[in-house]
């Protein structure tokens, strides 16, 4: 398995300055990925997923782990997740064991799987 990495600049980057990182739905990666910024993933991952926040747009298919502050998911994800912040929206299908601190699920959101909360002072990235 390959391993890919995006990154920004070396000084922390405000809210608003963040890079952000687009993987399209036409692409299949096995392998770990690792972003210090946004990620936008629509394609397919067998492997696991870290980056500052995470959106798995309505075409992501995750098979994995994924550790992020903000994680939205829009798509299908299975495995496990550790965020601060899970956002599973509509037409989300979730199967993970998933450890947050704050957690909000949409009406029509697929869930299953073992979810705890995890205080915000331990969660490391």
Known sequence: ??????????????????????????????????????LEFGGQLTGDLTADAVVLTPTARVKGSVRARQLTIEGKLEGDVTAMHVSIKT???????????????????????????????????
């Open 1 to 38: 398995m390959a391993d890919y990495k995006t990154s920004s600049s070396p000084s922390a980057p405000s809210q608003t300055e963040r890079k952000r990182s687009i993987f399209a739905d036409d692409l299949r990666i096995e392998g770990n990925i690792t972003c210090e910024g946004i």
């Open 91 to 125: 037409g989300a299908r979730v199967m993970a064991s998933v450890a947050y601190d704050r957690l909000d699920i949409a009406s029509g959101a697929q869930v299953e799987g073992a979810y705890s909360r995890v205080d915000a002072g331990k969660f490391k990235l």
